[in-house]
T-cell receptor
């Protein structure tokens, strides 16, 4: 299957700092990528849909000014958590659709664990 | 998308078949049943999907009842590495570019030696 990578795999930062997480489709093009957040012992919650070359669509309750998404190319989307606080500590997962395979194929990255002190 | 109901957790003996049920009684005619799994601290992994016919691939089999109100994911010979949370997801039109996945609580499968 297609491979999606995330970087970094884990990050620890101080409260008030910003953290950028990268999501890359390694061997396919993805016009659409999705960002999820998962708190301990909970399911994945969709945060936003990222479309290449346009603004992201955020789910209700997700602050677009706090979680900045940039999808500048067909293989890269970034999520920046601005002014991070301890309550933002979570497991952030991205997924990408393979444009050439059809929209029913969605591949997930390995996730990034963010810990805000 | 229709709501799904899954048992919170299940145990299975290594080498035996694991049968994971999913109830989706409000499924509509154009909704597909998808299964993903998530091993601890990893991203979800696609397993299988189907509309109304039973499906089989190298990972699992998907049995969908005739009325499509429920389905069962079957791992024919479970191994310890199959220990994960299994998500049953119902979604409309997989060819719709705007159609994201909505995850429920899933079933935590524990395969025991």
């Amino acid at each position: 299957g297609a491979v999606v990578s995330q970087h970094p795999s884990w990050v620890i930062c101080k409260s008030g700092t910003s953290v950028k997480i990268e999501c890359r489709s390694l061997d396919f093009q993805a016009t659409t990528m999705f960002w999820y957040r998962q708190f301990p012992k909970q399911s994945l919650m969709l945060m936003a849909t990222s479309n290449e070359g346009s603004k992201a669509t955020y789910e209700q309750g997700v602050e677009k000014d706090k979680f900045l998404i940039n999808h500048a190319s067909l293989t890269l989307s970034t999520l920046t958590v601005t002014s991070a606080h301890p309550e933002d500590s979570s497991f952030y997962i991205c997924s990408a659709r393979d444009t050439n395979r059809g929209y029913n194929e969605q591949f997930f990255g390995p996730g990034t664990r963010l810990t805000v002190l | 998308d229709a709501k799904t109901t899954q048992p919170t957790s299940m145990d299975c003996a290594e080498g035996r078949a694991a049968n994971l049920p999913c109830n989706h009684s409000t499924i509509s005619g154009n909704e597909y049943v998808y299964w993903y799994r998530q091993i601890h601290s990893q991203g979800p992994q696609y397993i299988i999907h189907g509309l109304k016919n039973n499906e089989t691939n190298e990972m699992a089999s998907l049995i969908i009842t005739e009325d499509r109100k429920s389905s069962t994911l079957i791992l024919p010979h479970a191994t310890l590495r199959d220990t994960a949370v299994y998500y049953c997801i119902v979604r409309v039109d997989p060819n719709n570019a705007g159609n994201m996945l909505t995850f429920g609580g899933g079933t935590r499968l524990m395969v025991k030696p």
